[in-house]
Every structure is written in structure tokens, then in C-alpha cells.
């Protein structure tokens, strides 16, 4: 290894050390305190290292790594989604004294570090080594609140089914390395030229991915785990699973077909029926849900549904609208997600939708928080969601992909039933007698106070002057040929 | 400049008056009176200013604000203001001045935020009179969306709820086809010249396929008709209108559906002059059975606001056969509509909003003799009822004669029949004042009269309708221009 890898590699370096430092930090001194400010201090040093290495982008560090523009674009992404959740974790565990909490950071650390290496992976082996450090460190993450059933049911849950992923995963690179003798990604599309063999061991292989990865994106029909995780797993290591996990696995997914350069029809025929079954169910199935956690958990779906059809428009184009609807996403997830934390009361996690009613008439900031986050995940203007499902709508009718465009307009149209039910909920008057008997709503840490401010202040100015975020998304995917 | 000052003073007094309210619920109302006189006072300062300016051949803008705001999508923060946005402005300002005094006693509850929503709502309406983007123009018509049914999902009546939804989602829904169809054109006018813009202007002159030029006009074309509303897509706007506390009617009937309108206007038929040309026929057809349904449902209402309503979907119709003619007459005949009928309905809306605080009651029948108890309202109750059918001297006759007069130009057998929705007209707005007004107190009501506030509110608004009925030429000259430059801008098409 020569040092230009090295610092090429620090970012990620930086990550794994963070994990290994709070490691030490809870051997010396148990306190929640420290393990999250090492935590933060870390992958702030991990994000300025992103500068460090960002000069010598593009550079293969061994044939399974590659840092180019995209990668580092992602791993920043990731970070900023981590520190978040950091956040967020810190005002959750705060009020649960005398568990062990701190832990967690351990873990937070290494699903960090597994979805850098996914997002710059350039080769199988290190997808499958990302995915499984990511997913490992889940499944302790989802079920870390041991004394509570629903937290280990989900923990539990997710194990069996992203394990099962994982084995459709492999056989499916499998069936594609037997094809073609490579597992570079770079060197897919010339190996499958140079072949000239029937293609569908291929497209099999290629479907067979595409189920593991669904899986993780939580796409139809590989969506069952999804609402049950997000109802039992911890406010905050939802809000990870939402974001970071799927954001992950999406640039994977663009990563993976951009550089192999094996979109056949048949693929892309594939991607477009699951596209469109995510839109309509999640949307649809939302409608029916009471939990906001779960609501959320719908929304998530669709949202990757609609990421799917920038997906499917391909080119430079989907590379950038992808890269912003993550952004977006992201933001709004999170500050979703965070309202549900700092609702919530350790044990009991507030997502019954009848305990909304009325919000806004006992904490009205925290309720005009939520409403931002529920408008921008419909799409409305002034948030950061409107420009993410504009530039959507826009890749699709470039790509002139009518069907998918019409189906987006139309299940977000339904999706906006369930946005307002619960804005509506927020803002409904309840008589005085039924206010004494919801659950007294705990006031929200400094820590949560502050990650909601960012991100709300995050919405409305991408929302309202997205320029900086697309002429960066822009400068990434000129840098990434 | 001073064309973004009247949005950011609305969005800022919104804001203010929120914070406002937590120490003093009257300062929050005074903070948006003042905001909506400022904007008034502005718009009719710019009126004043450019009087001579209102010559047929001056094509060009009066005032202008073009500011890159997203350059990597070619879109620019593009204001601009002609006769015709001045006049719809006036109007919104106008409007919004009233309501905001129509609403000081009647809304209680978090009025701060009731403040909020008012004055941005008519941010977003000044935005879609104004923008000459089109990325801007979406962006604004879908601002007005949600405070809008806030207001009427939070200070509404019985079924707000529904009414709020729904009206959500039928605006919603069309507005994403306009945005497809916008971002077609995008893509179209790109793959022409390689130029990637939302600028109406260059917009304004690409070559388009007859088919292709169909369904983009028709995605336009949706939006506006749901916002009209044009029947057979009127459906949300009696739930809307009936729901909405009086303030939010005022706004809906007065300027919402004059957004529709203002969009055929600018949008449909100049960028898609063929095709309007070949689909009028069709709009015109529905126009017409929307003026002869709206009176016949608005005639069989026992809620008084359901009645105002549906009164609208007739008037509105008279708006669309103007627009779709697309003869000088005609069009001036639909602003002159818009125009006036905003105001009379605006204020037919605060009287039922005013008998609705005093009596606790919308329905028809368990009103009557009021006259004897509440002369000056039922007074103008009459007045504007009158307006409301046509009469000659009072502004919404000069509208639909110029209306029937231009129709009859292009299509007489649609100008006779839109002639009987005139008359059917006299029968709901004659058989509203018997009923409410007329005849014996039954009930026994005992009322108070319009107290000065409400006085000053409806002297203004018939003071205004008597101006427009007996000498429109300031009003017809203002907006004429702008009018011209619009039919030439659709006939400089060239076919590819």
C-alpha cells in the first residue's frame, strides 16, 4: 500500500477508529457522555478527512475500493445522516439512566463504516463485506433495548430476514461471477462483451442482487420486515435504518449498475414493476396504519419506489437527482424521525397517532417541526421534498418514462391522504379532559432540540434555494467519469 | 423590486403577526391589516404611475424583477407586472384587506396562526399573478394550497375535514399534471433549441407537434379547470366554499378561482394557441353547462353558502366561454367578470359570514323577515344579490355582455344558451333575498345590524361594484393592453 492509498483510505480509516476509540473510552470510563462526544468527534475527523483524500479522487486503492467523487460524496452523506442519529440516540438513552447505552455508539460506529465501504466498494467482495458489517451491527442496534419485547421481536426479525437476503445476494453474485469471471465491477460490462454467451444466467444473477438489495431498500415485495422493525426498533436507530441503511444501499445500486454497465431490458423491466408495486403499496398500505412509526415505515417505501423511477431514467441524470433526493430524504427522515424521539419516553415509544392529537396546542414548535417534515416528505413547496420530487418527475419525463411519471403522480396524490391525517391530528382541538389522560410528553433534551433545529433549518433552505446542494451533486457526477 | 417587496411584506407580516399574537391577539391584527393596506397602497401607487403607460402598443412589461434563483435548472425568480396582473392584484389586495376585517371578530382561536395562513395565501396568489416562470408560477400556485386548507381544515364548520381534504387533493393532483406538463415543455423546448428555461417568454415560442401541444395543453388545462372550477370538476368547490370560515370563502371564491381563470388566460391559450384553438369547442361546451347547472343547483340550496357557491361555478362559466372565444370582447368581458364577481361574491360571502355570527344558522328556511330586524344588512344583501344577477349600473352586467356579446361573434348558439343562465340567474338571487330577507319574521329573530366595521366593509365593496358597473373605461384601458399583447403573442405562432 502506498501512502497516496492510505490517504485515500482515511476517511473510512477514520470511521474504524472512531468505533475502536469509544471501544477504549467505555474500558476506561463508563459514561454516556464521553462515549458520544468521541463518537461525534470521530466522525467529524472522518468528515474532514473526506477533504484530505478528496484531491487524489479518483483512485482504486486494490481492486476493491474505489474513492472517487461519488464515493466521497456518499460517505459524507453517510456521516452527516450518523451524527444525526448520534444525536438523537444521545437525547433517547439520556433519560434511561443506568443502562448500559454507550455501547451503542460501538455499534453506530460500525454501520457507519459498512456503508462507507458499500458506497465506495468497486468489487463483490467488498460489497459483501460492507453489507454484512452494516447489517451486523443492525441487528444489535435494533434490538439494544433488551428489556423490551418489541425491540428484540424486530431485532430478531431483521436477523432472519437480512440474513436470508444476504444468501439470495450471494447466489446471485455467484451466478454472475460464473458468467462472466470477474467480480470488478469495472470489468463486468467488457467481460460480458467479450463472452458473447447468452445473457440470462446474467439477468438471473442480476435479479437475484437486486432481491438482496431490495431486501435492505425495503422494496415491494421485499417489504414485509419493514413496519415491524420500525415500530419496535428505538426511535432513533429507526431513523438509521430509514436513512443511512437504504441511502447506502441505493448509491450501491446506482454505483454497482453505473459501473458494470449491464442495464438489459429485462432488468430494467424488472426494476420498473418494482418501482411501481412500491409506489401504490406503500402509499396504499399507509393509508391504513395508525402508528405513525409505521406510517413512517410506508412512507419510506414509497419513497424508495420513487427513487426508482430516477433510477430507471439512467445517466448522468439519474446519478444527480438520486444524490439529491438523498439529501432530501435524509434531512426529512431524520427530523421525522427525531420528533418521534423526542416524543418518546425510553420503553415507550410514542407512535399511537391518537396521542398526535392536538400537538400543536401543547408544543407548538415541535409540532410545526413535524409538519415541515410531513410536507416535505409529501412534496410540498418550500421544502426540500418538493425540489427532490420535482427533479424526480423531471428525470422521469426527460427519460420519457409516462407510465412510472403518471403512477408517481398519482400515488403521491394518495400518499398525501395519510401526510395530512396525521397534520391534521396535530392541529385538531381535544377536549380538555381527554388532553389530562395522553401521556405527559417529555420535554426534549439539548442534544435533540438542536439535531431538530439543524435539520428543520436544513428542509426549508434546500427547499427554498436548493442551488448549492445541486451545483455539488452536479460537481460530483462530473468528477465521477 | 417593488414587485417582491409585496410578496415578502405578505410572507414577513405572516410570520410577524404569529409572534405577534402570543403577547396581543389585536397587534397580530393590525400587523396584517397594515401589511395588506401597505401591498394595496403599493399596487395602486404602481396603477398611478404608469396611467399613461396604457397604450395599445406598449407591449412591454411595467414593471419587472428577474433574479437567477436555480441556475442549474435554467430557473429564474421572475416577476412581472402587466395591466391585467395589476388589476387581478388590486383585487387580491382589496380582498385581503377585507378580510382580514371581516374575520376580526369571528375567528377566536390561535388567531396568530389563522393570520399566518391568510397572508400567505395571498403570497401565493400575488405569486401566480406575477410569475413569469413557470418553475416559479407552480411553485406558487402550490403555496397557496396548504395554508388554504389549513384554514379551512382548523376554522371551518361542521365538515372541515372533509371539505379541507378534499380540496387538497383535487388541486393537488391536477397541479402535479400541470408540473408534468411543464416539465415536457422543458424538455421539448430544450431538445428544439438546446436552451434549458422556465421562461414564459422563450417558452412562449417553441415549436410544438400538434399532438404533442394537445396533451401538454391539457395538462395546463386541468389545473386551471379544477381551480375555476369548471364543471365537471367543481365537485370540491361547494364542500370548499360551505366549510371555509367567512374570511377563507372570501379568498376562495374572490381569488382562488380567478387563479384558474388568470392561468387560461396567460398560459393555456398563448403557449398553446392551436391547440386551445381546436379543443375551445370542448371547454366552451362546458363552460356553458356550467353556467346553466350552477344556477339551477345554486336554486335549489337551502344553505345560504352552498348557494353562493354554486352561484360561483355559473359565473365562472361566463369566465371560461370569454376566455375560449378568444376575441377582444370576449376576453375583456371574462376579466371584467373575474373582477367583479370577486367582489360581489366576496361580499355575499361576508354577509351570509356576518347573518351566520348573529343568527347561528345558514339555512334558508329558518330565516325570513329579516328586513324588519336588520334593515342596512338586508339592504345590502339585496344589493348584492342584484349584482350578482346583472344589473345593469352594477359591474358583473358589463362582464357577461361583453362575455355574451364576444361569444356571440364565434359561436351564437352557445351565446343564446349561456343568455338563459342570465336569467336563471334572477330566480336563485331573487328567491335568496325572499327567503332571507322577505316576509314574515317567523322566527322571531332579533338581530343587530351591521355594526360600522362590517359598514365600512360593504360600503367599499358596493361603492366599488356601482365604479365598474357605471364607468369601467379606467378598468377596461388598464388591461387592455396587456390583452393585446397576449392575442398577438398566440397568433406570432409559427407551426414547426
Not at chain 2, 388567531?111 to 408560477?137: K, Q, S
Request: charged share 10%.
Amino acid at each position: 500500500m502506498t501512502t497516496k492509498d492510505l490517504i485515500s483510505l482515511l476517511p473510512l480509516l477514520a470511521i474504524a477508529a472512531t468505533a475502536l476509540l469509544v471501544m477504549l473510552a467505555i474500558a476506561v470510563r463508563r459514561s454516556h457522555a464521553i462515549a458520544m462526544a468521541v463518537t461525534v468527534l470521530g466522525l467529524c475527523a472522518a468528515f474532514a478527512c473526506l477533504f484530505v483524500a478528496g484531491p487524489l479522487a479518483p483512485h482504486d486503492v486494490t481492486p476493491l475500493i474505489r474513492i472517487d467523487s461519488s464515493a466521497l460524496f456518499y460517505i459524507g452523506l453517510i456521516l452527516a445522516g450518523t451524527i444525526a442519529v448520534v444525536f438523537l440516540c444521545y437525547g433517547y438513552f439520556e433519560r434511561q439512566r443506568g443502562s448500559h447505552s454507550e455501547e451503542l455508539y460501538i455499534l453506530i460506529g460500525l454501520a457507519a463504516l459498512g456503508s462507507a465501504t458499500l458506497v465506495s466498494a468497486s468489487h463483490f467482495a467488498s460489497l459483501f463485506l460492507g453489507l454484512e458489517i452494516l447489517s451486523i451491527s443492525l441487528y444489535g442496534m435494533v434490538a439494544y433495548e433488551r428489556d423490551r419485547k418489541a425491540s428484540v421481536e424486530a431485532g430478531l426479525k431483521y436477523l432472519v430476514l437480512a440474513a436470508g437476503s444476504a444468501s439470495f445476494l450471494l447466489f446471485g453474485i455467484a451466478l454472475v461471477y460464473f458468467e462472466l469471471g470477474t467480480m470488478e465491477f469495472g470489468k463486468m460490462a467488457q467481460a460480458a462483451a467479450r463472452t458473447g454467451r447468452d445473457s440470462s444466467v446474467i439477468a438471473v444473477g442480476l435479479i437475484l442482487i437486486l432481491v438482496g438489495i431490495g431486501f435492505k431498500l425495503a422494496l415491494v415485495p421485499f417489504h414485509m420486515w419493514t413496519p415491524d422493525v420500525y415500530e419496535g426498533a428505538p426511535a432513533p436507530v429507526t431513523a438509521f435504518v430509514a436513512t443511512v441503511s437504504k441511502g447506502a444501499m441505493f448509491a450501491l445500486l446506482l454505483r454497482y449498475f453505473d459501473r458494470a454497465g449491464l442495464r438489459s431490458d429485462t432488468v430494467l423491466l424488472v426494476f420498473s414493476i418494482i418501482a411501481v408495486a412500491s409506489m401504490f403499496a406503500g402509499n396504499l398500505l399507509a393509508l391504513l396504519q395508525n402508528n405513525v412509526k409505521r406510517i413512517l415505515a410506508y412512507s419510506s417505501i414509497a419513497h424508495l419506489g420513487y427513487l426508482m423511477v430516477a433510477f430507471e431514467a439512467g445517466g448522468d441524470m439519474a446519478g444527480s437527482v438520486v444524490a439529491f433526493y438523498l439529501v432530501a430524504y435524509f434531512a426529512t427522515m431524520l427530523g421525522a424521525f427525531g420528533v418521534v424521539t423526542i416524543l418518546s419516553t425510553p420503553g415507550n415509544d410514542l407512535g399511537d397517532l391518537a396521542s398526535y392529537r392536538g400537538l400543536f396546542w401543547r408544543r407548538p414548535l415541535i409540532a410545526g417541526v413535524f409538519t415541515v417534515m410531513l410536507l416535505s416528505l409529501a412534496g410540498i413547496p418550500l421544502t426540500a421534498g418538493f425540489i427532490g420530487k420535482f427533479y424526480v418527475v423531471a428525470a422521469g419525463a426527460s427519460a420519457l418514462l409516462w407510465f412510472l411519471v403518471f403512477t408517481l403522480v398519482v400515488t403521491s396524490t394518495i400518499g398525501l391522504f395519510y401526510y395530512l391525517r396525521v397534520v391534521v391530528a396535530l392541529y385538531s382541538h381535544i377536549p380538555e379532559t381527554a388532553a389530562a389522560a395522553t401521556p405527559s410528553l417529555q420535554g426534549g433534551s439539548l442534544s435533540l432540540t438542536w439535531a431538530l433545529g439543524v435539520l428543520t433549518t436544513a428542509v426549508i433552505a434546500i427547499g427554498c434555494y436548493p442551488s448549492p446542494v445541486l451545483r455539488l451533486v452536479q460537481t460530483m457526477i462530473a468528477g465521477s467519469h | 423590486m417593488i414587485l417582491a417587496w409585496l410578496i415578502v411584506i405578505l410572507l414577513a407580516a405572516g410570520l410577524l403577526a404569529t409572534v405577534a399574537a402570543r403577547w396581543s391577539v389585536a397587534l397580530s391584527r393590525w400587523i396584517c391589516l397594515a401589511a395588506t393596506l401597505i401591498d394595496f397602497g403599493l399596487i395602486i401607487f404602481l396603477w398611478i404611475r404608469h396611467t399613461s403607460q396604457f397604450t395599445l402598443d406598449s407591449g412591454t412589461w411595467l414593471e419587472q424583477v428577474d433574479w437567477a434563483w436555480i441556475p442549474e435548472f435554467g430557473i429564474h425568480f421572475h416577476l412581472a407586472l402587466d395591466g391585467l396582473s395589476l388589476l387581478l392584484l388590486a383585487l387580491t389586495f382589496f380582498l385581503g384587506v377585507l378580510s382580514v376585517l371581516c374575520s376580526w371578530t369571528e375567528v377566536t382561536e390561535s388567531v396568530g396562526f389563522f393570520h399566518l395562513n391568510l397572508l400567505w395565501i395571498l403570497a401565493g396568489i400575488a405569486g401566480v399573478f406575477l410569475a413569469l416562470d413557470l418553475f416559479l408560477f407552480y411553485f406558487a400556485w402550490e403555496l397557496m394550497l396548504v395554508p388554504m386548507y389549513f384554514l379551512i381544515a382548523l376554522w371551518g364548520h361542521e365538515r372541515r375535514i372533509y371539505a379541507a381534504v378534499k380540496f387538497f387533493l383535487f388541486t393537488q393532483f391536477s397541479g402535479l399534471l400541470m408540473l408534468v406538463a411543464i416539465l415536457v415543455l422543458y424538455f421539448l423546448h430544450h431538445a428544439n433549441t438546446g436552451i434549458y428555461t422556465f421562461d414564459y417568454q422563450q417558452l412562449l415560442h417553441t415549436p410544438l407537434s400538434s399532438r404533442a401541444a394537445l396533451w401538454i395543453m391539457l395538462g395546463f388545462f386541468a389545473a386551471f379547470a379544477v381551480k375555476l372550477p369548471l364543471f365537471p370538476f367543481h365537485t370540491w368547490l361547494p364542500d370548499a366554499h360551505t366549510e371555509a370560515p367567512t374570511a377563507g370563502s372570501v379568498i376562495l371564491a374572490g381569488l382562488l378561482l380567478k387563479t384558474g381563470a388568470y392561468g387560461m388566460i396567460r398560459f393555456v391559450v398563448p403557449l398553446f394557441p392551436d391547440a386551445a384553438r381546436g379543443f375551445a369547442p370542448v371547454a366552451m361546451i362546458l363552460g356553458v353547462i356550467g353556467i346553466i347547472y350552477g344556477s339551477v343547483l345554486a336554486f335549489g340550496q337551502n344553505d345560504l353558502k352552498r348557494l353562493v357557491a354554486y352561484t360561483s361555478v355559473s359565473h365562472l362559466g361566463f369566465v371560461v366561454l370569454g376566455v375560449f372565444s378568444w376575441n377582444e370582447l370576449a376576453l375583456q368581458g371574462a376579466v371584467m367578470t373575474m373582477l367583479c364577481h370577486g367582489v360581489s361574491t366576496g361580499a355575499l360571502f361576508i354577509l351570509t359570514g356576518a347573518l351566520q355570527e348573529r343568527t347561528h344558522t345558514r339555512e334558508l328556511g329558518r330565516m325570513g323577515g329579516l328586513w324588519t330586524t336588520a334593515p342596512r344588512l338586508s339592504g345590502a344583501g339585496l344589493y348584492f344579490a342584484l349584482a350578482s344577477l346583472g344589473l345593469p349600473g352594477l359591474g358583473d352586467f358589463i362582464g357577461e355582455f361583453l362575455v355574451l356579446l364576444g361569444t356571440y361573434r364565434a359561436h351564437p348558439g352557445l351565446a343564446i344558451v349561456a343568455a338563459i343562465g342570465v336569467l336563471a340567474a334572477t330566480f336563485y338571487a331573487l328567491r335568496l333575498v325572499q327567503r332571507a330577507f322577505h316576509g314574515p319574521n317567523e322566527n322571531g329573530w332579533a338581530i343587530s345590524d351591521l355594526a360600522p366595521r362590517e359598514g365600512i366593509i360593504i360600503a367599499l365593496m358596493a361603492g366599488s361594484l356601482l365604479w365598474l358597473g357605471l364607468y369601467p373605461q379606467p378598468i377596461l384601458s388598464t388591461f387592455s393592453p396587456a390583452l393585446h399583447a397576449l392575442e398577438t403573442a398566440s397568433q406570432s405562432h409559427r407551426r414547426p
